[in-house]
């Protein structure tokens, strides 16, 4: 990455249901735009939608209409109100059951998949907030993607996770790139980790992102996007930050 146009796609995979994958979304993209970049956010969680909690507003249209109407992406973005450098853009899911099974299909898996790569000629980066790998949207967007990170809690349900999905990614071509232990607290449980993120001091998505203060989560979370995108994004940290001691290397 090089803060040019012509950005990659990030999938960040829930492994299991409620691992933070939506929130460690944007928290990736806020770090990104701390750097100067501008992000986009692309909802394939069509399910639990919950990137929708960052716009209060009506959503309409929405990404799984985008879809299912074969319109152009940017129809359903909306760039959050943020004081950094660049710029965190998020397209979210908020549709009715008839149209949240219509946005399934095979037809509208390649459309995202055709829409992620047009998004990477007007931003920086594209995560997609992907829930477990298990619908054609999901696979959609780990094939699509140039890295994958697999979101896990760090506990014994988030390390029985990891085989499982890395399994389940390479029966569809993919593979992860980044395990992400999330919620640590304390010595880390996922053994397989690559990247960690200890618990924030509130998990709810409306206190998020907050990682555009130079804290200790912001530390850990500016760690795994390097991790993650091989950037080297030298932004100012805190004086001290006890997260550099679970910092993996």
Known sequence: MNGTRGGEIY???GGVGGAGATRLSVEFAATLARAGRDVAVVDAAFSTQ?????????????????????????AAETRLGLDVPGSVTVAPARTPFERLARAKTSECARRLAERLSAATERY?????????????????????????????????????????????????????????????????????????????????????PAAVEPTAFAVAVASTVETLT????????????????????
């Not at 716009?55 to 152009?72: H, K």
């Not at 980066?125 to 140039?146: L, R, Y």
């Not at 994004?233 to 679970?246: A, F, G, N, W």
């Open 50 to 74: 919950g990137l929708a909690a960052f716009v209060p507003e009506r959503i309409e249209p929405d990404v799984t209409r985008v879809l299912t109407d074969d319109r152009p992406l940017a």
């Open 124 to 208: 920086d980066a594209v995560f997609v907030d992907v829930p477990p790998v298990g619908a054609n949207q999901s696979v959609a967007a780990v094939t699509a993607a140039d890295a994958v990170a697999l979101v896990v809690p760090d506990a014994e349900r988030g390390s029985d996770a990891v085989p499982r999905l890395c399994d389940r990614l390479a029966d569809v071509d993919a593979a992860v790139d980044t395990v992400v232990a999330n919620r640590v607290d304390g010595d880390p449980t996922v053994e397989a980790a690559d990247a960690v993120v200890p618990v924030g001091e509130t998990e709810s998505l409306s206190d998020a």
């Open 230 to 249: 091989g950037a080297d994004l030298d932004l100012p940290e805190p004086e001290s930050s006890s997260m550099r001691d679970y910092l993996p290397g």
């Open 11 to 13: 999938a960040v995979v």
